[in-house]
């Protein structure tokens, strides 16, 4: 069994039933077109191509999180990857909620089960994100998990707005939070 099939194998064993008959568990190869569909259809994320979401649903699933309908089909995710040179620290590079799931609490809590997932399998204590100054939903998500956690923020500028190629485009504001206390349970 491949590592990435562990991954998946374990996840499905491990999916976690939430408010509203939605479950959370890793994202699937097969989920990656859902996935870049989410993210589009968000008009706040900066979209990436869809073959990057099938490759991050195969390479990234034990590092990123999706939500299910009753259905089985994606309603949300959040993509991140433990950086190189620092292992224990969790990078979320997107969060996306379908439009019709909005509002209810869904991004919280698959932010919470993903890195509760990550503490307890990867050993997972630091979680960073960026974050551009317009955007009021990503800035409270983060701000609401440091504070349910107790853990202490830092921000500072990541990347200024000349750092990209495109006129326009807001600096991403880099948030570390941690350390989280560790998970409990299995």
């Not at 006129?167 to 939070?177: F, T």
Request: hydrophobic share 35%.
């Amino acid at each position: 069994m491949t590592p990435a099939q562990a991954d998946h194998a374990r996840a499905d064993q491990e999916f976690q039933e939430i408010a509203g008959g939605l479950r959370l568990e890793s994202p699937r190869p097969e989920d990656g077109a859902a996935l870049w569909r989410i993210a589009r259809d968000s008009r706040a994320l900066d979209l990436n191509s869809s073959y990057s979401y099938l490759l991050w649903c195969r390479d990234y699933a034990g590092t990123s999180i999706v939500a299910r309908d009753s259905t089985g089909e994606p309603v949300g995710f959040i993509t991140g990857y433990t950086r190189p040179e620092a292992p224990r620290t969790l990078l979320i590079w997107q969060v996306a909620v379908d439009a019709a799931q909005r509002g209810k609490g869904l991004a919280a809590a698959m932010l919470d089960g993903l890195v509760g997932r990550t503490g307890r399998e990867w050993g997972v204590n630091m979680v960073e994100t960026t974050i551009t100054p317009d955007n009021t939903a990503s800035n409270r998500l983060f701000a609401s998990f440091a504070q349910r956690h107790g853990a202490p923020v830092e921000r500072e500028v990541l990347f200024d707005s000349g750092s990209f190629p495109e006129h326009g485009h807001q600096p991403e504001v880099l948030h570390r939070i941690g350390p989280v206390p560790a998970p409990d349970g299995p």
